[in-house]
DNA sequence: GTATTGACCGTAG
DNA sequence: TCTACGGCCAATA
């Protein structure tokens, strides 16, 4: 597997703030390539077992098209609300306003 | 080495 | 506003 990609996706993904939000493509511009959002949602669907906040990851209107790869059909919708997302037929009411856009932790620079 | 799949995105009609 | 299509990247068969 593409090492470097992997874990710059992870690593982003683990910057994500408590109760915040963003998108698969917002994480791939960041890297440096903004037409692989695909391969970081397969990144993610691989990376369940490693303890990382997923869940706070959606696609660009803030739908939770990845919720059926949790063990649970709700769980990631659960850790949304728990964590004071709102949620509302699978996707993210204040998506606008919860977006956290990775150029905002200067900690990544490329 | 080729084909297919997938938690996607942007553009065009 | 909604739908369709193409493209991009990594992993799997």
Same mark, same amino acid.
């Given at each position: 597997? &593409?090492?470097?990609?992997? /874990?710059? #996706?992870?690593?982003? #993904?683990? +910057?994500i703030p408590?109760?915040?939000?963003?998108?698969?493509?917002a !994480?791939?511009?960041? !890297?440096?390539?903004? /037409?692989?959002?695909?391969? #970081?949602? @397969? +990144? $993610?669907? &691989?990376? $369940?077992?490693?303890?990382?906040?997923?869940?706070?990851?959606?696609?660009?209107?803030g #739908?939770?098209?990845?919720?059926?790869?949790?063990?649970e059909?709700?769980?990631?919708?659960?850790?949304?609300?728990? %964590?004071?997302? %709102?949620?509302?037929?699978?996707? !993210?009411?204040?998506?606008?306003?919860? *977006? @956290?856009n990775?150029?905002?932790?200067?900690?990544?620079? *490329?």
């Open positions: 597997m &593409n090492r470097d990609f992997a /874990q710059a #996706v992870y690593d982003i #993904v683990k +910057l408590y109760g915040r939000v963003t998108s698969y493509g !994480i791939a511009k960041h !890297i440096g390539s903004p /037409q692989s959002s695909r391969a #970081v949602g @397969w +990144l $993610l669907n &691989n990376s $369940l077992e490693y303890n990382l906040p997923a869940h706070r990851v959606v696609n660009r209107n #739908v939770l098209t990845g919720k059926k790869a949790f063990s059909n709700s769980t990631m919708q659960s850790r949304l609300e728990k %964590e004071g997302v %709102e949620v509302k037929d699978d996707k !993210i009411v204040n998506f606008k306003t919860l *977006f @956290w990775p150029s905002d932790e200067l900690h990544y620079t *490329f």
